[in-house]
Every structure is written in structure tokens, then in C-alpha cells.
């Protein structure tokens, strides 16, 4: 799957359990899991920051306000944090701050347990309390007033040394002793203190709020109108002063002394009344604090650091063989559905066949699972075998009754039925048409099968003949005149696609999104992509050895570009399309004009700046940047102690630039 992709897939489901968790206090995954979707998009975020726009789920923080209640528009944001899960990533999280700060010597921080309840916005207006909101979207939240009220241990007012007006952050939350007994006094069971605690603020009637246990812990804040101390431990003193409860177990210690801490509240956190999932960690010094602010839905100046993942056990029931876009046949292990961490586990990814061979599994064994950096759960060991026989895997393809191969030495079986494969057709089909390829809406993978069934689609080509099909379409069950239409027209909005997009659509094997960039931007255009790809055929041809140079692609994704080209059914594809489609070419009109644009650049020798930042400013305006000196090479950049691609960029005649000469013309 391309990082795209894959991106999307994180965020559908992210935004599903935002949906779940926030809207419907009915969690559907485990926080562990939540947390490794979050990390695994963020981490592909970080590579892409383009993809951005594509993950608005990311930047929105909980679940929508639910209708019913007021909504009330936060001063400021009621902001996320973000995590880290290792003595590794923290002292990494500290050091970016450093780092961003050019600030040198030992962090001070205070350390709070992160209370597993949800958070509340409480304004007091001339020391009064007047209003609490839930976070919501972190922009908008519910007006829960009339709930927060009924808690006894809420200050209604602040002493004279409050400021005027402030609004003052903390946790609402139901004890786990108070949880259980709300359990078992009801029909309708909460999972969790959390969920509990959320159904019970979250009551229409704050009468039933009123009879539910909830407590709160004060810990942040928001806008105020006098600044009420210097550091963050101070104002936690301040709020204690005012009558708030401060979770007792907060301490103000030195950076280094965090792994202590998070070890001390890991074993304190059975016997702990509440339910915690990680400790908070934020900077004393609340200048530095402001100095630090946010980048996207969290502040710099914290982090959670969440206890590590959950195991559980359960017996394999039987391993299903799934066929993709690329015909690799991966398994997976259905298992009797245990709960792990609040979560119904049914299955366990199993990566592929060496993977089962490796920790011996059968059908029939026990396993230990685990939930933790992987969105799947994984196995991790049998415990106990089942006594079954040795699984054997597939030689042949479960969808399409092809022969399964595994060629060199890759660890992934495929199946070798190609086209003829409904497993293969569909899954390329739904590549095509889903976003960062073709992009077209309605083109979903219950749409694609439906068309795949009723005959219409052989390959992809074939999408821009379904308008042709539009009154069909409309008959069919589930259709009607206007979603025909409408498909239709959303097939012609794309008929104009630029040249990354439209390879990438073309699913070729290890051609994510970043690929096809790569190869539009060296390319530049359809045609001399095409005569590239299809010279490039040959071992040791020129087209062959240019496709190699290409910074970035290597000879797995030159072997499999050219494997792509080499089949007919392909060929006849792309000579459909081109009939179907017009692909704009990839020089932006905003690089055209720089003095790199279109120009095949080599970096050489020791630069004063890293070689990636130099690669990626040089891309940025246009240019192609290789790894080796042909007659093609526009430009040689020239470091220090340059060496064979100077002298043959001297050879050849091409034109060679010093460090400053690059910068110059580059413009910085
Ligand atoms: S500070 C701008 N401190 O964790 C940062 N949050 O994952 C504001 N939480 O939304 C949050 N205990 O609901 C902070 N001691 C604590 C916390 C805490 C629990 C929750 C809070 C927040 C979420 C972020």
C-alpha cells in the first residue's frame, strides 16, 4: 500500500474512532491502538507533510459536539497531546525542544498522571463560575454547566487573588470503585470509568448526572486575564489554593528523572483509584512554555508518555490467505474473539508465510497476542500448541485457482494469474479510482465489485466507459437517475490528471506516491515517460541505466517498471487510456521559471549543507537531481574534495557550479 494510501486508511479509521470514542462514548478500538494509528499517521505525515490537507481528521481533536446540548466556541483551543511510548522517544521529544530552542542545560517538568476521563473547559467570570464545555472538536464544545454543577467538589467561586476572569482546564472522571458500583446498579453496562464518566456528564437531564459519582482534576489553563505565576508547578499550587483537587501524585522534577517516575506510577497504577493511561510530562517554565506554543493539535511543551500495550491470549481458529492488487496472497489468523484492552480482537496479521513458519503456528494453538505499535494485533509466541498439523501454505491462488509463486528472494508468494484474477482486477481497480490516483468519488470498492460482477470493468480503462452504461447503472438496485449521473459526471470531472497521479494509478509494484513523483519529475512528461519506461526494458541500456540514476529509485523498482512495460495486456491498457485521458506534464508553472527548472542537477564532494536539504531545494525549483554525470547533466554542483564526477562532468563539458553559485542561483 503507498504511504497515501495508507494514510487514508489511518485516517478513515481514526476518524471512525473519534466517531465511536466522543460521540457515542462506545470505544471501538483501544486506546493503544488509537495511539499506534495516530503514530503511524503522524510519522507519515512527517515524510509528507503535502498529505496534510488529506488527514483533516488528524487536526480535529475528539468527536463532534452531539445535538442537544448548546455549543459553545472555545477562546482557545482545547488542544491534544502528543505521545511517546519509550525511555527513547521521550529523551528524543526533549531534545527537539532543545533543539527548537537553542536551549541548552536540563529541562525542569512537571509530571501528572494522564487521568483516563475527559477533559472540561470551566470559565469563571469575575471570580464566578459560570460555564463548563467538554473539548468536542477542540474548537466547539457541548455547555455542560447545568452537569458540572452537580459536582460538590467544584469551587463556585475563586478567592480575591484569582484574576478576574479565567478558565481553568482539568479531567472529569469516575473513580474505578464508583464505576463498578454504577455497573452494577444498572441494566445498561459502561465498558470503562471513562466511558461512564462521559454518558454520565453527558446527560440531558442533569438530574442522573447528579446521582453519578464524578470527579475532576485540575491541571491547565486557558485564557486568562493576569498572568497567575511564573511556572506551571506554581499554578498548580495556586489552583490548589483555590479550592481545585490537583492530582496528589503531580511532581516537579528534572527531565532525567522522568523514567523513574513513569516506572514508580506504572507499578503504583493497579492500586491507583482512577484509571490512568500514561504520565503527562510538561515544561515548568511557563516563558518557555509560550516560547515553545503548538504545532498542530498539541503543544510543544508536552508530552503523554502511555503505558505500553496490552496482551491478551486466544486460540487460532483457522488462517485465511488474502489476494492483493499486486497478487500477493498474506495471511491471517481468525482467532476466538478475545478482548484485549476493551477491544474484540477476531483477528492477527501474519504477515506472510515465513512469518507462520517461523513461530511454528497451527491452527488449533494458543497464542499470546499483543496490540501495540501495529494497527492489526500481532502474535507473539504459541503457548500452548493445539496439536495440529503443520499449516501448509497455499501453492495456488484461493481466489483464482492460478499457481502461487515465490520468486528470488521474496518473502511474498504471489499469484501469478495476473489479470485474470478477480481478486488482482478489483484491487487495482479500487487503486485506480481511490484518492492520490484518480480520485473519483462514488468509485468505491462496493461500487468497483458491483461493476466488476455486472461485467463492465476489465481493466481500468474500462471506468471511463461506465457513463456509456449511465441508464443501466440507474436501474440497477440502489441507483437511481441521479446517482447515474452524478457517477458519470465524476468520471468526466478526471479525465485531465497530471502525470504523478496518473502513475501511480497504474498500481505498478513498489510505485507509491513518492515513486511516481519521482519519475514525473524526472520525466516530465507522458511521452518521454512511456519511451523511458519501455526502452528502459533492456539490461544496460542508456534509458535503463537514466532510469537508475534517478535519485531515489533503485534497481528493484527499475526491474519491476520495466516488468510493468513488458506485458502486453498492460501496454494494450495504457494505449486505451491514453485514448480515455489527457496527463498533464509535471513541471509546475510556479518552478518554471526558476533557473533549475527542468534541468538535471548532480551534487558532488562535502557542501556545507546536508545533502538532503541541498537535494530537496534543487527539487523544489524544478530540478532532477541524479547520482551520476551524463551527457544529460545540466549542472554539477562541486564541493570539496569532489572527486571522478567532477572530472567527468570536466569531460563532457558540463557546466559545473561552486556551493555559492548554486546558492546564489537558487535564491538563498
Ligand atoms: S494537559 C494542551 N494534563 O489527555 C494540553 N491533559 O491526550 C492539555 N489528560 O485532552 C492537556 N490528564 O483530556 C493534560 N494531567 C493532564 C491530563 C491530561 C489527562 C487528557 C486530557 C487531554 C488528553 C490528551
Same mark, same amino acid.
Not at 123 to 135: D, G, L, M, W
Not at 227 to 249: K, S
Not at 439 to 455: L, R, S, W
Not at 520 to 532: E, L, S
Given at each position: 500500500?503507498?504511504?497515501?494510501?495508507?494514510?487514508?486508511?489511518?485516517?478513515?479509521?481514526?476518524?471512525?474512532?473519534?466517531?465511536?470514542?466522543?460521540?457515542?462514548?462506545?470505544?471501538?478500538?483501544?486506546?493503544?491502538?488509537?495511539?499506534?494509528?495516530?503514530?503511524?499517521?503522524?510519522?507519515?505525515?512527517?515524510?509528507?507533510?503535502?498529505?496534510?490537507?488529506?488527514?483533516?481528521?488528524?487536526?480535529?481533536?475528539?468527536?463532534?459536539?452531539?445535538?442537544?446540548?448548546?455549543?459553545?466556541?472555545?477562546?482557545?483551543?482545547?488542544?491534544?497531546?502528543?505521545?511517546?511510548?519509550?525511555?527513547?522517544?521521550?529523551?528524543?521529544?526533549?531534545?527537539?525542544?532543545?533543539?527548537?530552542?537553542?536551549?541548552?542545560?536540563?529541562?525542569?517538568?512537571?509530571?501528572?498522571?494522564?487521568?483516563?476521563?475527559?477533559?472540561?473547559?470551566?470559565?469563571?467570570?469575575?471570580?464566578?463560575?459560570?460555564?463548563?464545555?467538554?473539548?468536542?472538536?477542540?474548537?466547539?464544545?457541548?455547555?455542560?454547566?447545568?452537569?458540572?454543577?452537580?459536582?460538590?467538589?467544584?469551587?463556585?467561586?475563586?478567592? %480575591?487573588?484569582?484574576?478576574?476572569?479565567?478558565?481553568?482546564?482539568?479531567?472529569?472522571?469516575?473513580?474505578?470503585?464508583?464505576?463498578?458500583?454504577?455497573?452494577?446498579?444498572?441494566?445498561?453496562?459502561?465498558?470503562?470509568?471513562?466511558?461512564?464518566?462521559?454518558?454520565?456528564?453527558?446527560?440531558?437531564?442533569?438530574?442522573?448526572?447528579?446521582?453519578?459519582?464524578?470527579?475532576?482534576?485540575?491541571?491547565?489553563?486557558?485564557?486568562?486575564?493576569?498572568?497567575?505565576?511564573?511556572?506551571?508547578?506554581?499554578?498548580?499550587?495556586?489552583? %490548589?489554593?483555590?479550592?481545585?483537587?490537583?492530582?496528589?501524585?503531580?511532581?516537579?522534577?528534572?527531565?532525567?528523572?522522568?523514567?523513574?517516575? %513513569?516506572?514508580?506510577?506504572?507499578?503504583?497504577?493497579?492500586?491507583?483509584?482512577?484509571?490512568?493511561?500514561?504520565?503527562?510530562?510538561?515544561?515548568?517554565?511557563?516563558?518557555?512554555?509560550?516560547?515553545?506554543?503548538?504545532?498542530?493539535?498539541?503543544? *510543544?511543551?508536552?508530552?503523554?508518555?502511555?503505558?505500553?500495550?496490552?496482551?491478551?491470549?486466544?486460540?487460532?481458529?483457522?488462517?485465511?490467505?488474502?489476494?492483493?492488487?499486486?497478487?500477493?496472497?498474506?495471511?491471517?489468523?481468525?482467532?476466538?474473539?478475545?478482548?484485549?484492552?476493551?477491544?474484540?480482537?477476531?483477528?492477527?496479521?501474519?504477515?506472510?508465510?515465513?512469518?507462520?513458519?517461523?513461530?511454528?503456528?497451527?491452527?488449533?494453538?494458543?497464542?499470546?497476542?499483543?496490540?501495540?505499535?501495529?494497527?492489526?494485533?500481532?502474535?507473539?509466541?504459541?503457548?500452548?500448541?493445539?496439536?495440529?498439523?503443520?499449516?501448509?501454505?497455499?501453492?495456488?491462488?484461493?481466489?483464482?485457482?492460478?499457481?502461487?509463486?515465490?520468486?528470488?528472494?521474496?518473502?511474498?508468494?504471489?499469484?501469478?494469474?495476473?489479470?485474470?484474477?478477480?481478486?488482482?482486477?478489483?484491487?487495482?481497480?479500487?487503486?485506480?479510482?481511490?484518492?492520490?490516483?484518480?480520485?473519483?468519488?462514488?468509485?468505491?470498492?462496493?461500487?468497483?465489485?458491483?461493476?466488476?460482477?455486472?461485467?463492465?470493468?476489465?481493466?481500468?480503462?474500462?471506468?471511463?466507459?461506465?457513463?456509456?452504461?449511465?441508464?443501466?447503472?440507474?436501474? *440497477?438496485?440502489?441507483?437511481?437517475?441521479?446517482?447515474?449521473?452524478?457517477?458519470?459526471?465524476?468520471?468526466?470531472?478526471? *479525465? %485531465?490528471?497530471?502525470?504523478?497521479?496518473?502513475?501511480?494509478?497504474?498500481?505498478?509494484? *513498489?510505485?507509491?506516491?513518492?515513486?511516481?513523483?519521482?519519475?514525473?519529475?524526472?520525466?516530465?512528461?507522458?511521452?518521454?515517460?512511456?519511451?523511458?519506461?519501455?526502452?528502459?526494458?533492456?539490461?544496460?541500456?542508456?534509458?535503463?541505466?537514466?532510469?537508475?540514476?534517478?535519485?531515489?529509485?533503485?534497481?528493484?523498482?527499475?526491474?519491476?517498471?520495466?516488468?510493468?512495460?513488458?506485458?502486453?495486456?498492460?501496454?494494450?491498457?495504457?494505449?486505451?487510456?491514453?485514448?480515455?485521458?489527457?496527463?498533464?506534464?509535471?513541471?509546475?508553472?510556479?518552478?518554471?521559471?526558476?533557473?533549475?527548472?527542468?534541468?538535471?542537477?548532480?551534487?558532488?564532494?562535502?557542501?556545507?549543507?546536508?545533502?538532503?536539504?541541498?537535494?530537496?531545494?534543487?527539487?523544489?525549483?524544478?530540478?532532477?537531481?541524479?547520482?551520476?554525470?551524463?551527457?544529460?547533466?545540466?549542472?554539477?554542483?562541486?564541493?570539496?574534495?569532489?572527486?571522478?564526477?567532477?572530472?567527468?562532468?570536466?569531460?563532457?563539458?558540463?557546466?559545473?557550479?561552486?556551493?555559492?553559485?548554486?546558492?546564489?542561483?537558487?535564491?538563498?
Amino acid at each position: 500500500m503507498s504511504e497515501a494510501a495508507r494514510l487514508r486508511d489511518l485516517t478513515a479509521r481514526i476518524e471512525a474512532a473519534n466517531a465511536a470514542y466522543h460521540e457515542r462514548d462506545e470505544p471501538e478500538i483501544s486506546d493503544a491502538e488509537y495511539d499506534s494509528l495516530r503514530r503511524e499517521a503522524e510519522e507519515i505525515l512527517a515524510a509528507h507533510p503535502e498529505l496534510r490537507a488529506e488527514a483533516k481528521a488528524l487536526t480535529q481533536i475528539g468527536g463532534k459536539p452531539a445535538s442537544g446540548f448548546k455549543k459553545i466556541k472555545h477562546r482557545t483551543p482545547m488542544l491534544s497531546l502528543d505521545n511517546v511510548f519509550s525511555a527513547e522517544d521521550f529523551s528524543e521529544f526533549w531534545q527537539g525542544k532543545s533543539r527548537f530552542l537553542g536551549h541548552e542545560g536540563a529541562w525542569q517538568v512537571v509530571a501528572e498522571p494522564k487521568i483516563d476521563g475527559l477533559s472540561i473547559s470551566l470559565t469563571y467570570e469575575a471570580r464566578k463560575f459560570v460555564r463548563a464545555a467538554t473539548r468536542g472538536d477542540g474548537e466547539e464544545g457541548e455547555d455542560v454547566t447545568a452537569n458540572i454543577l452537580t459536582l460538590e467538589t467544584l469551587p463556585r467561586e475563586l478567592p %480575591q487573588d484569582a484574576p478576574d476572569f479565567i478558565e481553568i482546564r482539568g479531567e472529569v472522571y469516575m473513580t474505578k470503585a464508583d464505576f463498578l458500583a454504577l455497573n452494577e446498579s444498572q441494566e445498561r453496562k459502561f465498558a470503562n470509568p471513562r466511558n461512564a464518566a462521559a454518558g454520565s456528564l453527558r446527560q440531558l437531564d442533569a438530574r442522573i448526572t447528579a446521582k453519578r459519582k464524578l470527579s475532576l482534576f485540575a491541571y491547565a489553563q486557558g485564557e486568562t486575564s493576569a498572568p497567575v505565576a511564573g511556572t506551571h508547578w506554581e499554578y498548580l499550587a495556586a489552583l %490548589q489554593g483555590w479550592g481545585f483537587a490537583v492530582n496528589p501524585l503531580s511532581k516537579l522534577i528534572a527531565e532525567a528523572e522522568a523514567e523513574a517516575f %513513569q516506572a514508580g506510577i506504572g507499578a503504583a497504577r493497579a492500586e491507583l483509584p482512577y484509571d490512568i493511561d500514561g504520565v503527562v510530562y510538561k515544561v515548568n517554565d511557563l516563558r518557555l512554555q509560550a516560547r515553545l506554543g503548538f504545532v498542530g493539535r498539541a503543544p *510543544r511543551w508536552a508530552c503523554a508518555w502511555k503505558f505500553p500495550a496490552e496482551k491478551a491470549s486466544s486460540r487460532i481458529e483457522s488462517i485465511e490467505i488474502n489476494v492483493g492488487r499486486t497478487g500477493a496472497l498474506t495471511p491471517r489468523a481468525r482467532l476466538t474473539p478475545v478482548n484485549v484492552g476493551g477491544v474484540l480482537v477476531t483477528y492477527a496479521t501474519l504477515h506472510n508465510e515465513d512469518e507462520i513458519l517461523r513461530k511454528n503456528l497451527r491452527v488449533g494453538d494458543i497464542v499470546e497476542l499483543q496490540r501495540a505499535g501495529d494497527v492489526i494485533p500481532q502474535i507473539l509466541r504459541v503457548i500452548e500448541p493445539g496439536g495440529g498439523a503443520p499449516y501448509e501454505f497455499p501453492d495456488h491462488c484461493p481466489v483464482c485457482g492460478s499457481r502461487a509463486v515465490r520468486t528470488d528472494d521474496d518473502v511474498v508468494r504471489r499469484c501469478t494469474g495476473g489479470l485474470s484474477c478477480p481478486a488482482q482486477v478489483v484491487e487495482r481497480l479500487i487503486h485506480f479510482c481511490a484518492r492520490g490516483a484518480f480520485d473519483i468519488e462514488g468509485m468505491g470498492e462496493k461500487t468497483i465489485q458491483e461493476f466488476y460482477a455486472a461485467g463492465w470493468l476489465h481493466d481500468a480503462a474500462d471506468v471511463f466507459a461506465l457513463p456509456a452504461h449511465e441508464d443501466e447503472i440507474a436501474q *440497477r438496485e440502489g441507483w437511481g437517475p441521479v446517482s447515474a449521473a452524478k457517477l458519470s459526471a465524476a468520471i468526466a470531472a478526471r *479525465r %485531465q490528471i497530471g502525470l504523478a497521479k496518473f502513475i501511480y494509478a497504474l498500481g505498478i509494484r *513498489r510505485i507509491g506516491e513518492n515513486n511516481a513523483k519521482l519519475l514525473a519529475r524526472h520525466y516530465g512528461g507522458y511521452a518521454a515517460w512511456k519511451a523511458g519506461m519501455l526502452a528502459a526494458g533492456e539490461i544496460g541500456s542508456d534509458a535503463r541505466l537514466e532510469l537508475g540514476s534517478i535519485s531515489g529509485i533503485g534497481p528493484a523498482i527499475a526491474t519491476d517498471l520495466a516488468a510493468f512495460f513488458a506485458e502486453a495486456h498492460n501496454l494494450r491498457t495504457l494505449a486505451r487510456l491514453e485514448g480515455e485521458v489527457s496527463v498533464l506534464d509535471a513541471v509546475s508553472a510556479a518552478t518554471s521559471d526558476s533557473p533549475f527548472a527542468g534541468k538535471v542537477l548532480v551534487f558532488t564532494g562535502t557542501l556545507t549543507m546536508a545533502r538532503p536539504e541541498a537535494k530537496a531545494r534543487a527539487e523544489a525549483l524544478g530540478a532532477k537531481v541524479t547520482e551520476s554525470v551524463s551527457k544529460k547533466t545540466d549542472f554539477v554542483v562541486v564541493g570539496a574534495e569532489a572527486g571522478s564526477k567532477a572530472k567527468k562532468a570536466a569531460a563532457l563539458g558540463v557546466r559545473t557550479l561552486t556551493e555559492d553559485e548554486f546558492r546564489a542561483m537558487a535564491g538563498f
